[in-house]
């Protein structure tokens, strides 16, 4: 997925506001660093969502879905997508961040092996969703860059839209918005100058089974379907990040 840049309008306005911000150093690295970042946190949703059946599965104790197993499929994923390989020292400025991120994944799945290997218990609770939203919380503790799992009908209420958010999410579903196309925004929050990019995340098959119809009966978390069809959007990816 390639994200589209704008500023309040479309076209080139951020990179001249970024710039203004920031210093011609800076702007074009935050961006890339922003998109980068929302890439890797969607591998690892990936591998999580792939692996729903190995961890909901009552017959086995140990599942095997180790930090380091859970790694070594991100790192796979994401080099397939943006040729990065951060199994090993790599020359992006944004390396130390992306590492970052990944550790805070792996210390997710190691806070969630008694539950992932827990025998003669099925449904879980530990969904890409939940490995999301706590990866981002523990990313953001260490860097200070928000990324966090949103949509209009949220089920989490750290999940709740802010305002830009909201606005955004409405733009993502209005049927005239290029599916698939982000949206950056270089504003400011408390304050100081940040750069906004948001993600627009689809609803699969395997998400049918939480999100899909009928909409209002209970899916298996005890919680109200909300009726997506597959492809039809199902929030977005969220992150914050300083500008310098």
Known sequence: MRFKVFAAGLGAGLFASALFLAGPASAAEEIETAELLIKLLQAGRSVVAGHQDLINDASKGD??????????????????QTKIDLS?????????????????????????????NKQGVAFKG??????????????????????KLTAQEYRFPGNKPDEFELEVLK????????????????????????????????????????HGEPKGERDITGMKKEGIKEGGLAGAISLVIPVR
């Open 126 to 147: 530990f969904l890409p969703a939940v490995w999301g939203r706590r990866t981002g919380e523990k990313f953001g503790q260490k860097t200070g860059i928000r990324l």
């Open 63 to 80: 599942k095997g879905f180790t930090p380091n197993y859970l790694a070594d499929r991100i790192v796979q994923k994401f080099k397939e």
């Open 171 to 210: 733009m993502f579903a209005d049927p005239n918005y290029p599916k698939g196309k982000g949206y950056g925004k270089t504003t400011t929050m408390a304050g100081r100058p940040v750069f906004r990019l948001m993600a627009p995340e689809y609803a699969g098959s395997a998400c049918l089974k939480c």
């Open 88 to 116: 090993k020292p790599a020359d992006t400025p944004q390396y130390t961040l992306l590492l970052t991120l990944l550790e805070s994944g792996k210390e997710v799945v190691a806070e969630a092996q008694p539950v992932i």
